[in-house]
């Protein structure tokens, strides 16, 4: 399997999971169009991770709540390199509250970044990938999309909701070649992450560092985080995977956080 010259657009890729993804997309020479809010940092992944090769990576600014903005950046990568055949609809959020505590414009944020973003990027990309002759989309889901936590209803709900979205283009994508499959990490530690331990801390009346031991990582088998390379090689294995034999199906990646 090899993504060489396959044309990729990963959302969120300026910095954390997504940028791992990316990286290693280029590594297994494809082209890769660096989707994020600003402009100036994903031209400055894409430059960083072009000069590592053996692929070759853009910066693209979007804001996946936008149709528009998708729109626009999937019409920019088609322009620039003839269509798309991998989308990884990676950015997200994280807004930490009691249900009852929860502002709704943070509810609905946070729905709209990681559903409507995977909802619009992905009919923005699937009219390219039907003339090209197939494609592969990833949702970047979580142990959130199979189980629930304290404090993350929106994203819980948000993780959730990407299970069936995934199903039912792989339903649809069957018969055109475009598979769809999640992606569930565990607590991978990035700068989202970092965030949440002193804000469940106050919420939970525990210390970080039961928050880490307890609360992110006490279901896992070993009390280690997931790596950000770990969840790249499965979005590499998603995107490369050459057969509708692997579709519509979602993949833990969580040192044993849920074995479902």
Known sequence: MNLTDKICIVTGAASGIGKSIAARY???GALVAIAD?????????????TSLGPGHAIGVAMDVTSEDQVNAGVARVVAEWGGVDVLVSNAGIQIVHPVEDFPFEDW???????LDGAFLTSKACIPSMKSRGGGAIIFMGSVHSREASPLKSAYVTAKHGLLGLARVIAKEGGKHAIRANVICPGFVRTPLVDRQIPQQAKELGITETEVIERVMLGETVDK????????AEIAFLFAAFPSNALTGQALNVSHGWNMS
């Open 26 to 28: 280029v590594a297994g």
């Open 37 to 49: 809010l600003k402009q100036d940092a994903a031209d400055a992944t894409a430059a960083e991770l």
């Open 108 to 114: 609905k944020k946070l729905l709209a970044i990681h």
């Open 224 to 231: 280690e985080f997931t790596r950000v390379e770990d969840v």
